[in-house]
T-cell receptor, first 115, second 111 residues
Framework: ETGVTQSPTHLIKTRGQQVTLRCSSQ?????VSWYQQALGQGPQFIFQ???????GRGNFPPRFSGLQFPNYSSELNVNALELDDSALYLC??????????????FGEGSWLTVV | EDQVTQSPEALRLQEGESSSLNCSYT??????LFWYRQDPGKGPEFLFT???AGEEKEKERLKATLTKKESFLHITAPKPEDSATYLC????????????FGKGTRLSVIA
């Protein structure tokens, strides 16, 4: 049990639409990051939030945005969906940023299919 | 650029046939090296974190080791339930830099 819960587990959207994915972390996990995992690939970093502020971003366009809330929940928003956005979206949380014994835990992911 | 390469891409073993998975990495400074197990359609499940060269950790049939350039995940006498994709990731020294993953090794253990 990782204490990281994601919703929804599966969803199908049409190209051009917008989607919001949600993540709930354990109490005290003040760092959350989001990853995109295409089939057969390793997870790719989208962005990271620490104490409700974005403090790192990967090579993803601005139509990928996020928020972190005081109750250790967060969300990933994707606007103007493209077919290539079809992937498993993973939320990861930890206390701090993962060094010195701070394990980074992942949720089960949200499968997004864009048609 | 921080980079992780895992080999082999896929590995098929008979039940009880021990083997090792390799994770080679280049990183500006290593804060930690993580191993995860991922079942199809699921999120990565944490296995180990290694912090310095020479460190070893064990869990059931799995043992992870770390050198300055690579890590190995040794699987002793595997069972069919060990079938999964094993992901390796490095956490570079910068506090704002996230995990950098390899593509994983897909392990199949046949009874």
């Amino acid at each position: 049990e990782t204490g990281v819960t994601q919703s929804p587990t599966h969803l199908i959207k049409t190209r051009g639409q917008q989607v919001t994915l949600r993540c709930s972390s354990q109490s005290g996990h003040n760092t959350v990051s989001w990853y995109q995992q295409a089939l057969g690939q390793g997870p790719q970093f989208i962005f990271q939030y620490y104490r409700e502020e974005e403090n790192g971003r990967g090579n993803f366009p601005p139509r990928f945005s996020g928020l972190q809330f005081p109750n250790y929940s967060s969300e990933l928003n994707v606007n103007a969906l493209e077919l290539d956005d079809s992937a498993l979206y993973l939320c990861a949380s930890s206390t701090g940023t993962g060094g010195s014994g701070n394990t980074i835990y992942f949720g089960e992911g949200s499968w997004l299919t864009v048609v | 650029e921080d980079q992780v390469t895992q080999s082999p891409e896929a590995l098929r073993l008979q039940e009880g046939e021990s083997s090792s998975l390799n994770c080679s990495y280049t990183v500006s400074g290593l804060r930690g090296l993580f191993w995860y197990r991922q079942d199809p359609g699921k999120g990565p499940e944490f296995l180990f974190t290694l912090y310095s060269a020479g460190e070893e950790k064990e869990k059931e049939r799995l043992k992870a080791t770390l050198t300055k350039k690579e890590s190995f995940l040794h699987i002793t006498a595997p069972k069919p339930e060990d079938s999964a994709t094993y992901l390796c990731a490095v956490l570079p020294y910068s506090g704002n830099t996230p995990l950098v993953f390899g593509k994983g090794t897909r392990l199949s253990v046949i009874a």
